[in-house]
């Protein structure tokens, strides 16, 4: 199965099933001397572990983190980043009765389509447990632009209808709720509603708001590999993501050019801009200002009612799904997101690195002059 790897330079294969011994990643690429530990990374897994509240899976796994290879005295070493975390609460008789069922709203059908083959315990590659290897590689790639003085925060913004008020917007309140809602009041209300939809046998969608803030200009490609196109490749390679905006997004459709424009300024000597519809990217390049990210998490589809579908003898059947799920997805997901962006933003500023002599040369120090010394040289010998 090709797809599991991600990244250009700072590289990252996921690895692991949902109900097998254990899952992980490998980081290729990471810079030598970053100061890196287990517990660092373990702060980032122990956000997205399951069975922290009763808005989430019930499935208790500690997701404890181990560090294989590329670490030494505390330090990247620069070889492959080995990382390794253990499943210990599977329980795969929970799938037995839909062995040959295709569950509404997953990736079975289309998975068997593909491969003739799916791991129905979990879902296999296509559950939500192997993010668990993206937030263990994100939490390195976080540590090295945090290093570079840039930051990246998401959080819940919405859930079904009800939406946080940024009069109420509090940074502390996102660890205070079991949500990640920065609205202690529309954390309430959304608690509420979910606590409701469970007593329903029912899930509900999420927004995810994403910031990056401090990344310099001139970050991303004008064509392919445009920043806005790799950032929204890497969110919608999240299981359950169906939709990502863009600064405006799709608000643009009522916009105006004159409206949506962003005018620039200059202030005590530092390029700025007058408003920021474009989300911090032009052209696919970056232009210095706060990246803002949208993302939509569609309902759980692992619920408790009984549904129509059919077997892999396409007869039509019902189907009553068992086992551990969330009804919610976008909470846990707020860190895999957020790893997901450190990973491309800082694979881009890699290869910045060499977009321009200059950039090249700044990178080993190098004076221009010496290039041309190096010339003068040559030609000294050649005459």
């Not at 799904?321 to 997101?337: E, F, L, M, N, Y």
């Amino acid at each position: 199965m090709s797809g599991s790897v991600f990244g250009n330079i700072f590289k990252v294969t996921t690895w692991g099933e949902s109900h097998g011994k254990a899952i992980g990643a490998v980081v290729d690429g990471c810079p030598a001397g970053l100061e890196i530990d287990e517990d660092y990374i373990q702060s980032f897994l122990d956000r997205r572990k399951p069975g922290q509240s009763k808005f989430t899976t019930p499935r208790k796994e500690a997701d404890k983190v181990k560090i294989l290879s590329g670490v030494f005295e505390g330090k990247t070493t620069g070889t492959p980043i080995s990382l390794l975390i253990e499943n210990t609460s599977q329980i795969s008789k929970d799938y037995s009765d839909i062995a040959d069922k295709y569950r509404p709203g997953h990736a079975d059908y289309g998975f068997d389509m593909k491969y003739g083959f799916r791991d129905y315990r979990g879902g296999g590659r296509s559950s939500g447990r192997e993010t668990a290897g993206r937030v263990a590689a994100g939490a390195i790639a976080i540590k090295i632009l945090r290093t570079m003085g840039i930051d990246i925060m998401a959080y819940v913004s919405q859930i079904g209808d009800i939406k946080i008020d940024l009069n109420n917007w509090s940074y502390e309140e996102m660890f205070n709720n079991s949500l990640c809602m920065p609205d202690k009041e529309a954390a309430q209300k959304a608690g509420e509603y979910i606590e409701k939809l469970m007593k329903e046998k029912d899930s509900t969608g999420a927004l995810v708001q994403c910031m990056i803030s401090n990344v310099p200009a001139g970050i991303g490609d004008p064509v392919f590999d445009k920043l806005d196109a790799r950032l929204s490749a890497a969110v919608m390679s999240i299981g359950a993501v169906k939709g990502v905006e863009i600064g405006d997004g799709f608000g643009v459709v009522r916009a105006r050019g004159s409206e949506n424009n962003d005018s620039f300024r200059v202030e005590e000597g530092i390029v700025e801009k007058c408003t920021n519809h474009s989300g911090g990217i032009l052209g696919g390049i970056s232009d210095g200002s706060t990246i803002t990210l949208n993302i939509a998490f569609k309902p759980t589809p692992s619920i408790f009612r009984k549904q129509e579908t059919i077997d892999k003898n396409l007869n039509e059947t019902e189907i009553e799904i068992k086992g551990r799920h969330d009804p919610i997805v976008a909470p846990r997901a707020v860190v895999v997101v957020e790893s997901m962006v450190a990973m491309t933003v800082l694979d881009l500023i890699m290869s910045n690195t060499c977009s321009t002599m200059d950039k090249l040369l700044r990178a080993y120090d190098i004076d221009e002059s010496a290039g041309q010394l190096l010339a003068a040289h040559r030609k000294f010998i050649e005459d």
